[in-house]
């Protein structure tokens, strides 16, 4: 089976949720290579781009109407979206720690494998 086929397969079978897991999973294992690696420039840049998307993904996701969780929850997804961006920025700008992002994943993670 190729290596498309597989992917194909795995988007019809997989559950939603660990789908959104396995995602989070290789966003978070790039920033801890980042952090671990202590890499800069366009690498970090890479890393820290990729978990900016995920998050402004699951943001825009959440501000659709169809979207089935608690306007609470999708509320405070939005805004954990938006520090995301912000704090990304004092990464590359100021040489934050990307700690925080790393834990907040981390978290969401421990909640998708809960619900699953």
């Known amino acids: 089976m ?13 559950d939603p949720r660990a789908t959104e ?3 989070f999973g ?17 690498p ?7 978990n900016r998307t995920l998050w402004r993904t699951l943001a825009a996701d959440c501000m659709d109407d169809r979207n089935a969780l608690t306007e609470d929850v999708r509320a405070k997804i939005v805004s954990l979206s938006l520090w995301v961006a912000k704090y990304s920025k004092q990464v590359t700008r100021e040489g934050a720690s990307l700690d925080p992002l790393i834990e907040i994943n981390r978290t969401i993670m421990q909640g998708l494998a809960g619900a699953a």
Not at 7 to 12: F, I
Not at 31 to 41: D, Q, T
Not at 44 to 50: F, I, K, N, P, R
């Open 2 to 14: 190729t290596l498309k086929a597989y992917r194909d397969t795995q988007r019809v079978t997989e």
């Open 44 to 50: 970090l840049a890479e890393a820290l781009d990729w």
């Open 26 to 42: 290789q966003v978070t294992g790039a920033l801890i290579e980042a952090k671990s690696r202590a890499l800069n420039g366009g």
């Open 21 to 23: 897991y396995r995602l």
